[in-house]
Nanobody
Framework: QVQLVESGGGVVHPGGSLTLSCAAFGSIASIANMGWYRQAPGKQRELVAAITRGARTNYSDSVKDRFTISRDNAKKTVYLQMNSLKPEDTAVYYC???????????????WGQGTQVTVSS
């Protein structure tokens, strides 16, 4: 079985910073793209940032220059450093990864359980 475990959410004032982490556990042969999505109440889930195995990154326009995605392939972990947070960043943040299972030998899409980020004064 493969599992993505997130941590690092919380409550922060506008202008503050938070770092999210997401580690992959289980029978993993390889991990391709990893990313962070978010879903605010009443809205659709949207891509925040993505990173390839070779560390090429992609950001939504709303977070560009404020958020930084990175990954540690040895630790099977992806990070999201969030700076200059705004109230509109409030959402549940989900980790996503494309993983090749050792047992299945198939590429599958996996999601974390979600972590709440609240930006409020």
């Amino acid at each position: 079985q493969v599992q993505l475990v997130e941590s690092g959410g919380g409550v922060v004032h506008p202008g503050g910073s938070l770092t999210l982490s997401c580690a992959a556990f289980g029978s993993i042969a390889s991990i391709a793209n990893m990313g962070w999505y978010r879903q605010a109440p009443g809205k659709q889930r949207e891509l925040v940032a993505a990173i390839t195995r070779g560390a090429r990154t992609n950001y939504s326009d709303s977070v560009k220059d404020r958020f930084t995605i990175s990954r540690d392939n040895a630790k099977k972990t992806v990070y999201l450093q969030m700076n200059s947070l705004k109230p509109e960043d409030t959402a549940v943040y989900y980790c996503n990864a494309e993983i090749l299972g050792i047992v299945t030998n198939v590429w599958d899409d996996y999601w974390g359980q979600g972590t709440q980020v609240t930006v409020s004064s």
